[in-house]
């Protein structure tokens, strides 16, 4: 019968690797999804994609390593848990070197204003002004925000405030009612008072927590699959080797 510690190391280690299959498919899931929105959505800049196309590949290669861990130990296959082990020590230092780069590189270019320059930018045909309507409008009204820094933002254009910075008046069709209700809104002044700039670093230091939060969690489960597989590999060798001295003895006696 094998040791009591080979067995709990085996249901560990395929629990851990299972967990990881799941956190790569649905990261993939993500990635996945983001990329059609942004398909389908305004231009996005390059290091967004970039983002996405790497956690993309790591998502995948989370899958192909935990595959491994659950094979090696499942099967006790010593030099696949190794290379199991080894997987997972790259995937952590890619994962600790690029969060670290990622967070100084926030740090560090954190002051330019990509909304500001979306939001003032000038536009010249009457497609391109639609567009650059919408956009305005479904990101005043989903974020709860107007203008940039206020809805002071649209004086400065010499413009109306949009019915998008209304809660009531927006989700209405084009007619009297809007327009009644939108009026309503500018006399009682019960816009939204708050910039999108501001709403969208809140929501980004919101995401951006969690983000840390669950990689954090994922990595220190990667760090326990490494020591499990380097464990579990020298138990087994140990184990053998043990039971081919006691067959050897037998023999010889």
Known sequence: MKPRSIRCMKFFLTLFNIICILF??????????????????????????????????LGLALIVTAVLGCIGALREHVRILYVHACFFIFLVSVELIVGVGGAVISAWVGGGSELRVQFYKNVTS???????????DHLQYENQCCGVDGPQDYAILHRDIPPACCSRAHPLRDGGARKHIHATCLADRTYYMRGCEDALRQKKAVKGNIFISTGVIFALIEIFCIILAFWMARTIRSERRKLQQNLQAHFET
């Open 24 to 57: 790569g498919l649905v990261l993939m899931a993500i990635c996945v999804m983001n990329m059609r929105e942004r398909k389908s959505g305004p231009e996005q800049s390059a290091l967004s994609r970039g983002v996405l196309a790497f956690l993309l590949t």
């Open 126 to 136: 009457d497609e391109e002004v639609t567009k650059h309507h919408a956009f305005w």
